[in-house]
């Protein structure tokens, strides 16, 4: 069955720390790759997006994320993070015969201290 | 251009009533897609809608049900409400059907049935 894991639910950083965030799927075929950041009480916003090509994309708000076909994964991470970056975030992928339809993660919880 | 937006912002139901959310996706948009999320979880997929016809359906009972009109924005629709139905009901828009495509989100409707 097609899944995606997230395994951290919480995770605690400290402002100025550097993030990783995890994320495995499993599909047939690699699938298009997608994390979203919500923020309490809004929806979600894309950060970055993988369908081909350089495995390691840029996105905003300085988040990058590197994509590893051997290990089913693409884990997000920042450098150093902001107050701001405390948020759910969530792994989301699409199969390339779904037509768009998003298959989330379970979400991290990232919370950060000063 | 204005985001997906997405009405009303709250509503709170009775057990057994009926519901109807609203969605108008980003200009140029004609792929809408719903998704529910309930409170400690990823969204979930319950519909797409593109070029008005429904393309895709996720594993929801046929007491949802959606539609799109021909200005491509989109409304869904909840019978016979549970508990189980509050959560945060999110719609996407996306420029074309397909899965390399960005799925922008609104802010969702938070749904609470008592």
């Known amino acids: 069955a097609q899944s995606v894991t997230q395994p951290d639910i919480h995770i605690t950083v400290s402002e100025g720390a550097s993030l990783e965030l995890r994320c495995n799927y499993s599909y047939g075929a690699t699938p298009y790759l997608f994390w979203y950041v919500q923020s309490p009480g809004q929806g979600l916003q894309l950060l970055l997006k993988y369908f081909s090509g350089d495995t390691l994309v840029q996105g905003i708000k300085g988040f990058e994320a590197e994509f590893k076909r051997s290990q089913s994964s693409f884990n997000l991470r920042k450098p150093s993070v902001h107050w701001s970056d405390a948020a759910e975030y969530f792994c989301a992928v699409a199969a390339p015969d779904s037509w768009g339809k998003l298959q989330f993660g379970a979400g991290t919880q990232v919370v950060v201290t000063p | 251009d204005a985001g997906v937006t997405q009405s009303p912002t709250h509503l709170i139901k009775t057990r057994g009533q009926q519901v109807t959310l609203r969605c108008s996706p980003i200009?140029?948009?004609?792929?809408v897609s719903w998704y529910q999320q309930v409170l400690g979880q990823g969204p979930q997929f319950i519909f797409q809608?593109?070029?008005?016809?429904?393309?895709g359906r996720g594993n929801f009972p046929d007491r949802f049900s959606a539609r799109q009109f021909p200005n491509y924005s989109s409304e869904l629709n909840v019978n016979a409400l549970l508990l189980g139905d509050s959560a945060l009901y999110l719609c996407?828009?996306?420029?074309?059907?397909?899965?390399?495509?960005?799925?922008?989100f609104g802010d969702g409707t938070r749904l609470s049935i008592l």
């Open positions: 809608y593109y070029e008005k016809e429904e393309r």
């Open positions: 996407a828009s996306s420029r074309e059907r397909a899965g390399n495509q960005p799925q922008h």
């Open positions: 200009s140029g948009h004609k792929s």
